[in-house]
Every structure is written in structure tokens, then in C-alpha cells.
């Protein structure tokens, strides 16, 4: 007689009505993709080391972006003599490259990579669009030819196509020679560098000149505008603000690594925008800033922080006559109270220096009716060195110090004028009594 076996687990679940395997699972259906192709216009380019896929855009001779044209129209002298490089003298407009760059981070290094790239460059009208050739030529470009902004974002969908986005890249850049960027000295250009120098590709822009429009933009609005992010400078310099397509930089990263996983490239739209919108702001500020530099005195510069901004730059490169003028003309429209009393010393060195002491006093007189010490003293030596009226010099050294005494400061800089005017004082009542021994002499003859 056989035992009966106990059903086992398999059949316990069976007969509770527990399905087992996959057969009876219904089809989940693949998560839908979507391309780059199918969501910014563009077209794959084919090359030795694979196909990239590279978005065109261009902007014609009558596009603006907010009030200033895109194509600089003023001469580029000061701005070489602030960059030190020469060759922006000679070089054509066709012969620049804006440049921007969106990465994998913003740490640098060899593990951060770009995952698309802007560039854009001046070329005539008729120019063959880059997709419908297999190369680039050189271009010989007439200042009066008509023109168009052509912009050419080369994206790299898989980390594998690196290589070949950096070779097609290559040759968009061919015709250059130098490149514009915010930030680029620091960020964009050492890290396509790098990624040239790992795929063992020639730096397609070795030896360029190379114009980084940020430390330009400190120096012009760091007084005035609490941010010089480019986008901040398109909303309150070029009153270009952006449209809702915008995204913040700090999420790109994020949305291409969404996109490795999904596959689904609508999120990127706004990247595309981001960076299509950097490279043309580049374009407009250099428009702008090329026009201000070349004509400071211009009544579109409203603010007077711009124009002592513009003072200093000019006071830097040597240019006094036009820096004095400037900062006249600076003190002369509405200022934040802290920044006339340093356009007042500022002007009144610039003055000193020029060898105009007359410009020199009536600032040095302005500011110390309003209790600045420096002003007494530098009143003080005018009129022991320039006039040799000792008696004046000994009277502003004095009434310096009895400003320090009335003032609360701290005690290092306390001692560090009371000793520089005891000195003085010293000093010049030695003179006023040989001066006064001498007449003495001179009269018993």
C-alpha cells in the first residue's frame, strides 16, 4: 500500500489559483524612444571614426539680439590693446569662432566631457550649408558681401561617438583663427583639449587667438550688475531676456544622463536652446562692447558706473587724456555715494599723474571737505613740494590730524597716519624755521 505524498509547495499555489512562469504575463511595451532627429531639426554627418548628429541654424545680417546687432561693426583696437593680442587688429570676423561647450560637470578633468558643442561663425549668404559638402573651404569674404551667422551645435548621442563629434567639429572650425568664449580660457578650451589629446586628434585650435569675454565683463560691470553670468548680461546689458525654453545650466548635466538611460531626447530641447542662445549672446556682447569701447563718450552708456568702469579700463591702458575725461564725465551723472568718492581719488591721482595738479587740487579739495584724510595729506605734499608754502602744508597736515583723532577707526591704521603726520609736521616746521632763520640773515646783511 503506498503513502500518499504531500503536496508540495508548487501545487499548494496552484490551487489557490497561483499562475506560475511567464506564459500568461501580458507584453510590456517598450518604453517609447525619441531621437534627437525627431526632436531638433539637424542631420547625421558621416566620418572615419562614425556619424555625429549636428543641429544648423543661421541668423541674418537683420536679426538682433535684444538692442544690439550680432556682427560687430566698430573697430576691435581697445579691446586688442585689453587683451594683448594683436592679431584681432588684422584678423577678419570670419575668421572668429564662438564657442560653448555643455558637459557631463563642470569639475574638469578627464572623466567631465562635452556633450555637445555651439559654434558659430560669419559666413556670406550663399555659402553652402556644412551638411551638403564633404569639406570647408577658405573663405574669401568682401567686407561688403552679404552675410549670415551660421550656427552649427555638434551632439554626441553615446559616449562611443566622441570621436567622431571631434573630428566633424574639426572641420566646421578649419577656416578659423581664433576663438570667442565666456569662460573658455578656464573651462571650454582646456577640456576639448583634453578630449582631443585622449582621442589622439590634432587640437583643431592650436595657436588661435583666443578673446575670453568674461574678465572683460568683470571689469565693465562688476560695480554696477551683482551677477556677470552670461545670461544675466543678455537680460541687463543687451535687454535680451530668454523665452521659457530656457534651461538652468545646472540641470544639463543631469538631463543627458536621463537621456543615456531613456533614450528619449525630448528633455534635451531646452539644452539645444541653452546653448544656441550662449553662443549668439557671445556674438552680441562682443557687438556691444566692441561699440562702447570705440566710442566711451556715446550717450547710449546711461550709467554711471559703466562710464567710470570704462575710465579705469582706459587709465590701465595708458589712454590718461581719455580716462580723465571719462571720469569727469562719470562724476557728472548719478552715483552710488561710495563709488564718486573713489572716482573723486581716482580722477585726482589720474590728474597727479598727468602732470594736471590743478585738476589734482579741486578734486583733493572736494574730498576733504567731506573728511577724507588722504585728501588733507595729499594736499599736504602738494603744497610742501609743488609751491613750497610751508606754512600752507603744515596747516592741511595738522587739520589731518585732528581728523584721525575724531574718527573711529581701528588702531593699526590710527597709528599708521598719526605717525606719518607727526612726521611730516616735524618736517615742515624744520622748514618754516630754516626758511625763517634764512630771511633773518638775509635781512641783517
Same mark, same amino acid.
Given at each position: 500500500m503506498s503513502v500518499p505524498q504531500k503536496p508540495s509547495l508548487v501545487d499548494k499555489l496552484k490551487s489557490l489559483g497561483?499562475?506560475?512562469?511567464?506564459?500568461?504575463?501580458?507584453?510590456?511595451?517598450?518604453?517609447?524612444?525619441?531621437?534627437?532627429?525627431?526632436?531638433?531639426?539637424?542631420?547625421?554627418?558621416?566620418?572615419?571614426?562614425?556619424?555625429?548628429?549636428?543641429?544648423?541654424?543661421?541668423?541674418?545680417?537683420?536679426?538682433?539680439?535684444?538692442?544690439?546687432?550680432?556682427r560687430p561693426e566698430a573697430p576691435l583696437d581697445v579691446l586688442a590693446a585689453w587683451a594683448r593680442e594683436p592679431r584681432f587688429l588684422e584678423? &577678419?570676423? %570670419?575668421?572668429? !569662432?564662438? *564657442?560653448?561647450?555643455?558637459?557631463?560637470? =563642470? +569639475?574638469?578633468?578627464?572623466?567631465?566631457?562635452? #556633450?555637445?558643442?555651439?559654434?558659430?561663425?560669419?559666413?556670406?549668404?550663399?555659402?553652402?550649408?556644412?551638411?551638403?559638402?564633404?569639406?570647408?573651404?577658405?573663405?574669401?569674404?568682401?567686407?561688403?558681401?552679404?552675410?549670415?551667422?551660421?550656427?552649427?551645435?555638434?551632439?554626441?548621442?553615446? &559616449?562611443? %561617438?566622441?570621436? !567622431?563629434? *571631434?573630428?566633424?567639429?574639426?572641420?566646421? =572650425? +578649419?577656416?578659423?583663427?581664433?576663438?570667442?568664449? #565666456?569662460?573658455?580660457?578656464?573651462?571650454?578650451?582646456?577640456?576639448?583639449?583634453?578630449?582631443?589629446?585622449l582621442h589622439n586628434i590634432p587640437l583643431p585650435f592650436k595657436d588661435y587667438a583666443h578673446l575670453d569675454l568674461l574678465p572683460l565683463a568683470r571689469r565693465l560691470w562688476r560695480d554696477r550688475l551683482p551677477s556677470r553670468a552670461l545670461k544675466y548680461l543678455e537680460e541687463n546689458v543687451l535687454s535680451a531676456p530668454?523665452?521659457?525654453?530656457?534651461?538652468?545650466?545646472?540641470?544639463?548635466?543631469?538631463?543627458?544622463?536621463?537621456?543615456?538611460?531613456?533614450?528619449?531626447?525630448?528633455?534635451?530641447?531646452?539644452?539645444?536652446?541653452?546653448?544656441?542662445?550662449?553662443?549668439?549672446?557671445?556674438?552680441?556682447?562682443?557687438?556691444?562692447?566692441?561699440?562702447?569701447?570705440?566710442?566711451?563718450?556715446?550717450?547710449?552708456?546711461?550709467?554711471?558706473?559703466?562710464?567710470?568702469?570704462?575710465?579705469?579700463?582706459?587709465?590701465?591702458?595708458?589712454?590718461?587724456?581719455?580716462?580723465?575725461?571719462?571720469?569727469?564725465?562719470?562724476?557728472?551723472?548719478?552715483?552710488?555715494?561710495p563709488d564718486f568718492w573713489l572716482a573723486i581719488q581716482r580722477l585726482a591721482r589720474l590728474g597727479k599723474r598727468r602732470g594736471d595738479l590743478e585738476t589734482a587740487v579741486r578734486m583733493w579739495e572736494t574730498a576733504a571737505e567731506q573728511g577724507h584724510v588722504y585728501a588733507h595729506v595729499e594736499l599736504a605734499k602738494y603744497y610742501e613740494h609743488q609751491r613750497q608754502n610751508y606754512a600752507e602744508a603744515l596747516k592741511w597736515t595738522r587739520r589731518a590730524g585732528e581728523l584721525v583723532s575724531s574718527l573711529d577707526i581701528p588702531r593699526y591704521m590710527y597709528n599708521h597716519w598719526m605717525e606719518e603726520l607727526k612726521h611730516r609736521e616735524e618736517r615742515l616746521v624744520e622748514k618754516i624755521q630754516k626758511r625763517h632763520s634764512h630771511g633773518v640773515e638775509e635781512s641783517m646783511k
Open positions: 497561483v499562475k506560475l512562469g511567464t506564459e500568461d504575463l501580458s507584453k510590456v511595451p517598450p518604453l517609447p524612444q525619441f531621437e534627437i532627429d525627431k526632436v531638433v531639426p539637424g542631420t547625421y554627418r558621416s566620418g572615419l571614426t562614425g556619424e555625429t548628429f549636428v543641429a544648423e541654424q543661421t541668423f541674418g545680417s537683420d536679426y538682433r539680439h535684444g538692442r544690439s546687432a550680432i584678423l &577678419p570676423l %570670419e575668421s572668429y !569662432a564662438f *564657442l560653448d561647450t555643455e558637459t557631463s560637470g =563642470l +569639475a574638469g578633468g578627464t572623466g567631465t566631457y562635452a #556633450f555637445l558643442v555651439g559654434v558659430g561663425r560669419f559666413v556670406p549668404s550663399d555659402f553652402p550649408s556644412e551638411s551638403s559638402i564633404q569639406s570647408v573651404p577658405q573663405m574669401d569674404v568682401k567686407e561688403d558681401r552679404p552675410w549670415t551667422f551660421r550656427l552649427e551645435q555638434f551632439f554626441m548621442r553615446d &559616449p562611443a %561617438e566622441e570621436a !567622431a563629434m *571631434l573630428e566633424r567639429l574639426a572641420e566646421f =572650425l +578649419a577656416p578659423t583663427q581664433a576663438l570667442v568664449t #565666456f569662460n573658455g580660457k578656464t573651462f571650454d578650451a582646456p577640456l576639448l583639449t583634453t578630449r582631443y589629446s530668454r523665452t521659457v525654453e530656457e534651461v538652468p545650466g545646472y540641470e544639463i548635466p543631469y538631463l543627458y544622463f536621463d537621456y543615456l538611460r531613456s533614450r528619449d531626447a525630448r528633455p534635451l530641447k531646452g539644452v539645444f536652446y541653452h546653448n544656441a542662445m550662449d553662443v549668439v549672446a557671445m556674438a552680441a556682447l562682443l557687438s556691444h562692447v566692441s561699440a562702447i569701447l570705440a566710442n566711451p563718450f556715446s550717450e547710449a552708456i546711461e550709467h554711471g558706473l559703466d562710464v567710470v568702469a570704462l575710465a579705469k579700463l582706459y587709465e590701465d591702458l595708458g589712454q590718461w587724456d581719455i580716462a580723465a575725461r571719462l571720469f569727469e564725465r562719470g562724476l557728472e551723472m548719478q552715483l552710488p555715494e
